[in-house]
Structure formats: structure tokens, C-alpha cells
């Protein structure tokens, strides 16, 4: 049996399969855009309000009772020139003798005597508003704004491009030191957001590492004062500076693509290390917060803790196999 | 019969067309995280047994790794500095593979690498 198609019929057949091309190409391109967006995270990434302050909110806020301003550098550059009422907390309050042993003992950072005593002579109290800064080439903010976190105090801030944008926007400094006017620190530790070795250990499995240091103490040429070079086998290093650029933080869309290109996912629990548990660690706890991570943590005892501990591996350039 | 050829015609390049879209539509693969060591030289110094400076070229650089395999090399956000310190030596490399290009995102000289020659064995 033999079909004729008559140029009008044949018009007809011919435009159906058009139409029905059409609509493959266009559900072909929109299963395409689902896996693409699969494969960036199902969630787009943006830095939450409340995290960053700029420097004209900040010039307003110089004078009010209620903000303590927090200069993170050292003592020597806050001696030099620093912000207006600024009060300076610099990382080394946190390296005393007594420190290290609590840390040994207790896994993180400071006791909360220290705490109440170094905020509470700050000025901080329950009401405080507090607004640290940096050199942008150092992550100490991250360390008072983590430590304040830490032991209950949510109300604190970041000063967006640190002390360098404040300056270079053509903001007021000093040389006085603020008369500090001691307040009633009263802690409140959240345990969750640190973890020990033992619980690395039980979850290691189940978890994102990300050692925050450079490459070189990644694969140990640079030991950094260790007992041994190296890093937690299967940690991903992100050096903290890949975060932060030439600012404070990236913005959100470079940091969507570095998170990309480690794979990093927020359905996952994340812990940041470095050396001392506290710095770059902090900062790349700090910056997943902003970014809306939930399960973020800290490994308080970091490279510290893990390389004195001869029977646990060690990732290093030895271990670096031969070919990929 | 004229028409009837334009529109088989027109059916079949959409066709073709329909073969592409998943790898536009699926996005550029995003490649694997590797940390990787070898010797840091370029392909035409591989091939010789000697190796001079002004072969030295940014856009042909390779990793000769341990076991032989050749890795050609992408500055992903890498300094060319860092390229320089490292050329001829053995280098450790963090980056992303993806087939057997590495797009570099660090590169670190290592100790006791050796000098431009051993590059090029």
C-alpha cells in the first residue's frame, strides 16, 4: 500500500515535528540548566546581611555608648594610628602560657575566665555592639569575632576592607587610647562550634576538612614550628587568602566559584583548621557563617594537637603519589 | 519536492544541533581537586636531551611526573613568578585535572629538585 502526501499534508506533518523539536530543544536546555545549577550547589551563594559593616556606617558609630570598636593588629600598629574609641585586643593576648594549656587541656583557644576578664576589660557587655577590624592582610578580626561567638556574644561585626579602606576612604584616625570603662562579660560557650581530635576522628568519614594554611605547610616543606609537617590526610587546602583577596572577603559570586572548585557543599560538616586553632581557621569559619554554612566548626587544637601525636598519619609530600 | 528537501534538511542540522546541547547546556566540567609532584619543564624539552632557556615558554609548560606521565599545565591563578622559581626543579603542584591538563592554582619548588638538565631526561 503506497501513501501519497500531498504538498498540503506533507506542511502539516512537517510543522508537528517541528514543533515537537522545538519542545525537545527547549526541555534539553532546561534539564541542561538543572545539572548545571546541580553541580554549583543547589543553593546560591550570598554574604548575609549582619556580618559586614561598611566604614560610613561605622563613622557614625564611633561616639555611641553602646558600639565597642575592636582594633584585632598588633600592639604596635595600634599604637601608631588607629580608629577613633577603638579599644586594641591583638591575637597575642591569646598565646600566653596559661592559654596554651588550656588549649592542651581543653582543646580550644581560652578559658572562660580569660574571656570575661579580656572582653569585660574591653568594655563588651551583654549590650555591646562590637565592631573589630584588621589589617586586611592578617584574619585576626576573625579571631574576636569567632572567640566572642564562642562564648555567647552574637552581637558583633566585621568591618568591611579593614583598617586600609577606612583609611584610604579618608576616615579620621587617632593616637589616643581609649579610657576603657570595664563591663560585666558574662559567658555562655558554645561547645558545638568546636571540635576535638577524638570527634575528627569518629567522623572523619563523614566530614570536610579544610586546612586554611598555605600550600607549603599543606604538604609540610614549611613545618611552621610542628612537631611534624604536613596536614590531616584527606583535608582540602583552601589557603585563607583565597577567600579574602585584597579585601576582607571576596565577593559572593568568586566565592560561589572557589567553594565550586573544591567542591564544597553546605549538606556536608565542614571543620577549618590551621596551626593554632585559632586565625586562619577562624577566618575560614567565619566567612562559610557569613555565606550561611551551617554545619561549620573549628578543630581548636589544629596542626598544634594533630602532629604531636606520632601514631596519626600525616599528609605531606611524601605521601604525594607518584602520579595521579 | 524543493521544499520537502529544505525542511529534511533544516530536520537534520537541528538534529545535529540537538547532539550538542547537553555539553553547552551541562556546563564546563568542573575537573577534579589533585596535589600533584613531578618536574616542572616544557614538551620540547622533553624531547631533547637538552634544554635551553629561550625554550622556556609559559604556554607549553608540563609536569613529568615520577612515573613518566606528561601533564600539560594551565596557569589557572598562579603568578608567573611562581612558574619561573620552579621551572626545571621538581615542584608540587595543587590544581585541577581535568583530562590531563592540570589547571594550576599553586606551585611550590621543592627542595633538592635538581637543575634545568634533569628536566629534560
Known sequence: MSVIWTGKGLGIIMSRILKLFLICILLVLY????????????????????????????????????????????????????????????KTVFRTPEDLEYKKNNGFAISP?????????????????????????????????????????????????????????????????????????????????????????????????????????????????????????????????????????????????ILNKYRISRDKEIVTYCNWGIGRSTYGFMVLKMLGFEKVRVYGGSMEDWSIKADLPIGDIKSIPADL | MK??????????????????????????????????????TTEKCLKTPVCYLEWYDQSSLVLFTGKRTVYHLEANEVPKWKFNSGFGKQVAIKGVLKGNKIMVNDLLPLEGGGKMSKACL
Request: hydrophobic share 40%; aromatic share 8%; net charge negative.
Open chain 1, 31 to 90: 534539564a541542561g540548566c538543572q545539572k548545571v545549577e546541580e553541580q554549583k550547589g543547589s543553593v546560591e551563594i550570598k554574604i548575609l546581611p549582619g556580618y559586614l559593616v561598611e566604614s560610613e556606617e561605622l563613622t557614625s558609630s564611633t561616639n555611641s555608648p553602646d558600639v565597642v570598636i575592636v582594633d584585632a593588629r598588633s600592639a604596635e600598629k595600634y599604637q601608631k594610628a588607629h580608629i577613633h574609641n577603638a579599644v586594641n585586643i591583638p
Open chain 1, 113 to 257: 575566665e580569660k574571656a570575661e576578664k579580656v572582653f569585660g576589660e574591653a568594655g563588651i557587655g551583654a549590650n555591646s555592639r562590637v565592631i573589630v577590624y584588621d589589617s586586611i592582610t592578617f584574619p585576626d578580626a576573625s579571631i574576636i569575632w569567632t572567640l566572642l561567638k564562642y562564648y555567647g556574644h552574637d552581637n558583633v561585626q566585621i568591618l568591611k576592607g579593614g583598617y586600609e579602606r577606612w583609611v584610604s576612604d579618608g576616615h579620621p584616625v587617632t593616637q589616643e587610647t581609649k579610657m576603657l570603662k570595664r563591663a560585666d562579660f558574662k559567658v555562655k560557650p558554645k561547645p558545638e562550634m568546636v571540635v576535638t581530635l577524638s570527634w575528627i576522628l569518629d567522623n572523619k568519614k563523614d566530614i570536610t576538612i579544610l586546612d586554611m594554611r598555605s600550600f607549603a605547610e599543606y604538604i609540610g616543606t614549611n613545618t611552621a614550628g610542628n612537631k611534624r609537617g604536613g596536614s590531616i590526610p584527606g583535608a582540602i587546602n583552601i589557603e585563607w587568602v583565597e577567600l579574602a583577596g585584597d579585601s576582607t572577603v571576596k565577593s559572593a559570586e568568586e566565592l560561589q566559584r
Open chain 2, 3 to 40: 521544499g520537502q528537501k529544505k525542511i529534511l534538511l533544516l530536520l537534520f542540522f537541528m538534529t545535529s544541533g540537538l547532539l550538542f546541547i547537553p555539553s553547552i547546556t551541562m556546563g564546563e566540567d568542573v575537573g577534579n581537586i589533585i596535589v600533584a609532584k613531578g618536574v616542572l
